[in-house]
């Protein structure tokens, strides 16, 4: 299954002030969530961003933040129990790029519920973090056996572009350099 920028979104889940320093890679993360949201202004492909409990776990991080449309607010863990998620899925999107915190959690979450909706689930690996190996390794292990599809960052560029010919690939390649 191959993903397209037209029946896709992207969705980045809580990458909070207080919860990056404590990830795995965190820096990282931020840089490959930016990779992704800047990609996705770039080539037109909606995007959702998610934060969990903001009065406890602050905003989401400004590098990203300044990329990203507002945040929906939430307290369920799975993005798909916040009220607005569902309405932020434009019509038409079957496919579900994810990237954010924490995979065992709020990502894990978020994609059992997607693919129980129908949903293609993408997980962006290096796009995704826990506080410890084992919660993210284990966690991507069983959303891979319950159908969602692992990738990059990079991957998924070059997915939505299809084309050295598409005319925002100059500018998408630039993002991988």
Do not use: N
């Amino acid at each position: 299954m191959r993903l397209t920028r037209t029946s896709s979104m992207l969705c980045v889940v809580d990458v909070q002030e207080r919860l990056v320093p404590a990830m795995l890679d965190g820096e990282l993360v931020v840089e490959r969530c930016r990779r992704l949201a800047t990609a996705a202004g770039l080539l037109e492909v909606p995007t959702v961003v998610t934060e969990q409990y903001r009065k406890g776990l602050g905003p989401t991080v400004p590098a990203l933040a300044e990329l990203l449309p507002p945040p929906l607010e939430k307290m369920s863990f799975s993005c798909c129990g916040a009220e607005a998620f569902a309405t932020a899925i434009p019509q038409g999107v079957g496919q579900v790029v994810l990237c954010g915190l924490e995979t065992h959690v709020c990502v894990a979450q978020t994609a059992l519920d997607l693919l129980a909706d129908g949903h293609a689930v993408f997980l962006a690996v290096d796009a995704i973090s826990s506080r410890h190996a084992t919660d993210r390794d284990v966690a991507l292990r069983r959303l891979e056996a319950a159908g969602a599809v692992a990738t990059t960052s990079e991957a998924i560029l070059f997915e939505w572009c299809r084309s050295a010919a598409h005319p925002q690939f100059q500018s998408v390649r630039k993002l991988v350099l």
